[in-house]
C-alpha cells in the first residue's frame, strides 16, 4: 500500500514541481483526512545539444501533504514547507520508549506523531541521508538509538522499517527466554 501511495505522490505532486520524492511517511493529522511528512530533492533539467541531463540541486524540501478524495480520485495538497537546510534539530523525544513522537526544529518548533515508530526512524535516518550527501552541516539528530539509524550497522536494508520491528522481536524473545531460564 505505502508503496502505492508514494507513486502516486511522486507522479502527482512532486514529478510536476520536479522533485523526486526520497520518503514520505504518514503523521496523525485532524479529520478523515491523511497527512503525510515529505522528504524531497529538487532536480533541474539540462539540455545541451542532443541529449538531456538531470542534475539534483542541493535544494532538500520538507514538506506536510494533506491527502483527501473527492469521488474517486486522489487529491495532494502541500500545506506546510520547509527546507533541510534550516532544519537545525531532530528530538525523537525518548530513545528507550517506543513511541511516535519527534519533533523537528526550525525557527520553530514542529511537534509530530509519526504513524509508528519505525516510520519515525525512517524518516529522520533519510533526513540525516539528505543531510550528509548535499548539505554535510552539523544536524542533531537527539534521543533517537544510534543504532536505527545508522546505514553500517548490519539491521540496514532498503526494508528498514520491517528490519527494525524484526530486531525488536529478537530482543523480546531474548528476554523471554531469560525469563523463562531457571536461576541456579
Given at each position: 500500500m505505502?508503496s ?8 502527482r505532486?512532486?514529478?510536476?514541481r520536479?522533485q ?6 504518514e503523521v496523525e493529522?485532524?479529520g ?9 530533492e ?10 538531456v ?7 532538500v ?9 473527492v469521488n ?31 519533533d ?5 518548533i ?36 544510534d ?28 528476554l ?8 541456579s
Amino acid at each position: 500500500m505505502s508503496s502505492l501511495v508514494k507513486e502516486d505522490l511522486a507522479k502527482r505532486l512532486f514529478g510536476p514541481r520536479r522533485q523526486r520524492l526520497h520518503e514520505f511517511i504518514e503523521v496523525e493529522g485532524a479529520g478523515a483526512q491523511r497527512y503525510y511528512l515529505c522528504a524531497a530533492e529538487h532536480w533541474k533539467i539540462l539540455k545541451p545539444r542532443n541529449y538531456v541531463i538531470l542534475t539534483t540541486s542541493k535544494e532538500v524540501e520538507i514538506c506536510m501533504v494533506k491527502h483527501w478524495r473527492v469521488n474517486r480520485e486522489e487529491k495532494y495538497e502541500i500545506v506546510e514547507k520547509w527546507f533541510l537546510k534550516d532544519l537545525e534539530m531532530i528530538d525523537g523525544k525518548e530513545a528507550d520508549t517506543d513511541n511516535p513522537y519527534f519533533d523537528m526544529h526550525f525557527h520553530k518548533i514542529y511537534n509530530m506523531e509519526a504513524y509508528s515508530c519505525a516510520s519515525k526512524y525512517t524518516f529522520a535516518r533519510t533526513l540525516s541521508n539528505l543531510n550528509a550527501m548535499y548539505l554535510k552541516k552539523d544536524l542533531k539528530i537527539v534521543n533517537f538509538d544510534d543504532t536505527y539509524l545508522n546505514d553500517d550497522s548490519i539491521w540496514s536494508s532498503s526494508n528498514r522499517d520491517c528490519l527494525v520491528v524484526m530486531r525488536m522481536c529478537f530482543y523480546a524473545s531474548n528476554l523471554l527466554c531469560l525469563s523463562l531460564c531457571p536461576l541456579s
